[in-house]
């Protein structure tokens, strides 16, 4: 069954260099699980189909639910894992550090996941193709990185300086041109849909938490409003039940007027909460 597949990889061998930094605690973990998931891969290659049980396939993905996730962390070689978690080391510290662990693994699960089943949808039916490897993901780590430091410059190659912006620009052109061509072993598609996946959370992302903030800051503001409000008539009704108890005091029961009795009751029983008995 193996040798009759087609592996569509989700890497080009493209190099990118930036200053070094230590591995931050999310991509220490990815890396971590996508080295061991390739070494248990050449290890039991002879005994078990481990791409065919965790790679993505449009015939297996039902019942092996778990494939649009676990075919990230499986790959075709060893330059093609080790591309995948050097760009992630390089360019995906900065964006946990800035981010957070919870929300940087959240977005790198987005768009690996999302690009992943949009290139289900457009493979139905092509039974020997299985989807594997990180670059989904990675992407969408690049289109982020582009978006939140479009002014720098990376090295292509180690020698050709070029602003992070263009860059992210020129390799979305490759993705989106290379998608519309065949034969490759490259997912192509891939590529371009983690990329947009990545846009277009980020972008709407930001749009909504703008938006459910100023829904919550205008709730509170009518909740403190009304609060003070409420408080405001609760004082004044406070005012005026204060002189009605102070002039029957005085003059007695029989001097205040039936609507003064009835406004003392009813405001009596608004103050304790009480409701009016037949």
Not at 31 to 51: E, K, R
Not at 93 to 103: A, F, H, Y
Not at 166 to 185: D, H
Request: glycine share 8%.
């Amino acid at each position: 069954m193996k040798n009759n597949m087609r592996y569509q990889f989700q890497s080009q061998q493209t190099q990118f260099t930036w200053n070094p930094r230590s591995f931050s605690g999310a991509i220490k973990v990815l890396i971590i699980i996508n080295v061991t998931m390739y070494l248990l891969q050449l290890i039991s290659s002879s005994h078990i189909d481990l791409i065919g049980i965790f790679g993505l396939s449009t015939t297996t993905v039902w019942p092996l639910i778990w494939q649009p996730v676990t075919y990230m962390f499986m790959h075709g070689g060893l330059w093609h894992v080790a591309i995948n978690m050097f760009v992630l080391w390089m360019f995906g510290g900065e964006l946990e550090s800035i981010w957070g662990k919870n929300d940087f693994l959240k977005y790198y699960f987005i768009t690996g996941v999302g690009a992943g089943l949009i290139w289900l949808l457009f493979n139905i039916g092509s039974s020997n193709d299985i989807l594997i490897g990180a670059s989904g993901a990675v992407y969408g780590i690049l289109m982020a990185y582009g978006l939140m430091f479009p002014n720098r410059t990376v090295y292509v190659y180690f020698l050709f300086p070029i602003k992070v912006k263009w860059f992210v620009l020129f390799i979305g052109l490759v993705a989106f041109f290379s998608s519309m061509g065949t034969g490759s072993n490259i997912s192509h598609l891939t590529h371009l849909s983690g990329m947009l996946i990545g846009y277009i959370y980020l972008r709407f992302n930001n749009h909504w938490r703008r938006i459910s903030f100023n829904f919550r800051k205008k709730y509170v503001e009518l909740r403190t409003t009304f609060k003070n409000k409420s408080k405001e008539n609760e004082s004044k009704t406070q005012q005026e039940v204060d002189m009605l108890i102070d002039k029957a005091n005085i003059c007695g029961w029989e001097s205040l007027s039936k609507e003064e009795q009835n406004k003392l009751r009813i405001s009596s029983w608004k103050i304790s909460n009480k409701e009016p008995k037949n």
